[in-house]
């Protein structure tokens, strides 16, 4: 099993431009997730889906979309980045919605929007 | 609102000795999970231990144990004969009963080994 993966690792981005941060997992988990992380503030919740067709909003959903088509795909939209999304951004999967799940990560995308 | 608080931003300890990292917590939930996860360098997240609230035995995973206080809502992370490969960002985090998995983190700790 690859776990959960994440494309690209690294990506540069100008104010105003869109992209799609890819997250895939084959672990055929329901619930999967998108954080940022801060210096300071730890890992924010962005956006999560409890299965295929269902995604809801996190802690800072401002400025991202997300769908969820499949169970093993949870592709994160910038629709017009800005410096303030300048962040490192981890997809995650876990088995259920059960507070005791552990929570899979990818190895993160680091983003810079200048 | 449920918050995670690490008050130590940087902590550091010699190879072999051991170490307590802090974490405090928000809550008037009634169920709900406690996790220590550590990011290394390279970025990636690694589930260190977790706790069930209702569970009063402290969680313990080889080197790595947890003192649970519920009534002081304070879950420490203590790390024992540390080791080079402990040295890592370690984040406190908070689950609970119907979150639908969503986690709450504290801010993180970088801890420095000594060799």
């Known amino acids: 099993n690859a776990g959960v993966t994440q494309t690209p690792k690294f990506q540069v981005l100008k104010t105003g431009q869109s992209m799609t941060l890819q997250c895939a997992q084959d672990m055929n988990h329901e619930y999967m997730s998108w954080y940022r992380q801060d210096p300071g503030m730890g890992l924010r919740l962005i956006h999560y889906s409890v299965g295929a067709g269902i995604t809801d909003q996190g802690e800072v959903p401002n400025g991202y979309n997300v769908s969820r088509s499949t169970t093993e795909d949870f592709p994160l939209r910038l629709l017009s980045a800005a410096p303030s999304q300048t962040s490192v951004y981890f997809c995650a999967s876990s088995p259920g919605t059960g507070p005791h799940n552990e929570q899979f990560f990818g190895p993160g995308t680091r983003l810079t929007v200048l | 609102a449920q918050t995670v608080t690490q008050s130590q931003p940087e902590m550091s300890v010699q190879e072999a000795e051991t170490v307590t990292l802090s974490c405090t917590y928000d809550t008037s939930e009634s169920d709900y999970y406690l996790f220590w996860y550590k990011q290394p360098p390279s970025r990636q997240m690694i589930l260190v231990i977790r706790?069930?609230?209702?569970?009063?035995q402290n969680a313990t995973e080889n080197r790595f144990s947890v003192n649970f206080q519920k009534a002081a809502k304070s879950f420490s992370l203590k790390i024992s004969d540390s080791q080079l490969g402990d040295a890592a960002m370690y984040f406190c985090a908070y689950s609970w009963g119907t979150s639908y998995g969503k986690l709450t983190f504290g801010q993180g700790t970088i801890l420095t080994v000594h060799p």
């Open positions: 706790q069930e609230a209702y569970k009063q």
